[in-house]
T-cell receptor, first 121, second 115 residues
Framework: AQKITQTQPGMFVQEKEAVTLDCTYD???????LFWYKQPSSGEMIFLIY??????QNATEGRYSLNFQKARKSANLVISASQLGDSAMYFC??????????????????FGQGTTLQVKP | KAGVTQTPRYLIKTRGQQVTLSCSPI?????VSWYQQTPGQGLQFLFE???????NKGNFPGRFSGRQFSNSRSEMNVSTLELGDSALYLC??????????????FGPGTRLLVL
């Protein structure tokens, strides 16, 4: 079964420094997608970045980048130049092939337990 | 474009009651997924609707149900509420729901407290 593991329940980082949030995943599929979301205390999940299993380059989106190591099944999020507004919970999520094994797997993301990031001034 | 909206934002109910939550997707998005988020279980997939049909369902009891209307708006219903149903219920929309790299965009959630 597909699984996402985030081993860091909480992280601290100094403002303006970079931080890496870990994510490992488990799937037997060759085609899958990996997503990172940010959840502030307000509750809304904000999409940050996407990495496809066949993407040869690591995804980047502004201050966010992914350190994607397919052989190790890891997709760590790197936030550069941390800001106070980055304080939130961060979730790694996976989407596997929606049509796998003939069953419907549409619209479903599998989430990790999340990492709470606190940025110190 | 307006984002995903959910109403109400907060609800307090008592055990045994039922509740209906509403979700309006981003314009043009036809797939709506629902998730339950609790401190103990994290984020869990409830179900997904597309073109007024439930295409996928998570491992939740039959007390949890939903529907989708022709304008893609969706509702979920929880009957005979239990204390353990207290959670943040998140709705997410995407264009088709079956693209591997298709991003789901989430609403602000409905916080349900069952007393």
């Amino acid at each position: 079964a597909q699984k996402i593991t985030q081993t860091q329940p909480g992280m601290f980082v100094q403002e303006k420094e970079a931080v890496t949030l870990d994510c490992t995943y488990d799937t037997s599929d060759q085609s899958y997608g990996l997503f990172w979301y940010k959840q502030p205390s307000s509750g809304e999940m904000i999409f940050l970045i996407y990495q496809g299993s066949y993407d040869e380059q690591n995804a980047t989106e502004g201050r966010y980048s992914l350190n994607f190591q397919k052989a190790r099944k890891s997709a760590n999020l790197v936030i550069s130049a941390s800001q106070l507004g980055d304080s939130a919970m961060y979730f790694c999520a996976m989407r596997d092939n929606p049509g796998r094994h003939g069953s419907s797997n549409t619209g479903k993301l599998i989430f990790g337990q999340g990492t709470t990031l606190q940025v110190k001034p | 474009k307006a984002g995903v909206t959910q109403t109400p934002r907060y609800l307090i109910k008592t055990r045994g009651q039922q509740v209906t939550l509403s979700c309006s997707p981003i314009s043009g998005h036809r797939s709506v997924s629902w998730y339950q988020q609790t401190p103990g279980q994290g984020l869990q997939f409830l179900f997904e609707y597309f073109s007024e049909t439930q295409r996928n369902k998570g491992n939740f009891p039959g007390r949890f149900s939903g529907r989708q209307f022709s304008n893609s708006r969706s509702e979920m219903n929880v009957s005979t509420l239990e204390l353990g149903d207290s959670a943040l219920y998140l709705c997410a929309s995407s264009q088709t729901g079956d693209g591997l790299q298709e991003t789901q965009y989430f609403g602000p959630g409905t916080r349900l407290l069952v007393l």
